[in-house]
């Protein structure tokens, strides 16, 4: 969170100690420690006093805290598509041979439903991805890492490593099911 450095810098800006700044909020100088040092936040009724005392409105004091936690929901979001992206490519071609097995040609409906929701999850995580203006696997591994993400305009090796990694994951999921249906002798 940000609040502890706006907190800081506003308590610097108008030449307080943190003892002043105790003293002026009637609370003790450890609790403005920690709130600076974000061991602990403030209550509401001592945000109130510091947007008071330091003539700030409560927008521009806790703002970084709004935008931060704005950035871990993102990632949290990417991280959820991401993961539920990856478990339906692990399960789409490990249900080809068992579905096919059991239900005949009934069975490509477990795997095409697996499929459309792959897909459906594929359109959330990019819409995910184009918020954040995440256009290149750097940008999206900077994001993850909570890293500034730079502007750069994906290169040759960008390029090349999608389609790389397009290719290997088509020939795993290509080797999953013929092994798949060659178990069950399909």
């Keep these: 969170m940000n609040l502890g450095k706006q907190i800081k810098y506003y308590r610097n800006r108008d030449q307080l100690s943190q ?9 003790s100088r450890q609790s403005i420690s920690n ?17 008071v005392l330091f003539d700030v409105s409560l927008d ?12 871990e929901l993102q990632k949290s979001s990417l991280m959820k598509w991401s993961y539920g992206m990856l478990a339906l490519m692990l399960a789409v071609p490990i249900s080809v ?5 059991y239900f005949g040609n009934y069975g490509y409906v477990i795997p095409g439903v697996l499929f459309i929701v ?21 940008q999206i591994t900077d994001f993850m890492a909570g890293k500034p993400v730079g502007k750069v305009k994906p290169k040759l090796q960008d390029h090349l490593f999608t389609v790389g990694l397009t290719v290997a994951a088509a020939a795993i999921s290509f080797v999953v099911v013929y092994l798949g249906m060659s178990l069950f002798n399909v």
């Design 19 to 27: 003892e002043q700044l105790a003293e002026k909020i009637y609370v």
């Design 35 to 51: 709130w600076e040092n974000e061991k602990s936040y403030p209550d509401i009724h001592n945000i109130l006093m510091l947007s």
């Design 60 to 71: 521009e004091l806790v703002k970084g805290d709004v935008k931060i936690m704005k950035e």
């Design 97 to 101: 041979g068992p579905a096919l097995y």
């Design 118 to 138: 792959g897909l459906i999850i594929a359109f959330k995580l990019e819409r995910v991805k184009k918020e954040n203006n995440l256009k290149t696997y750097r």
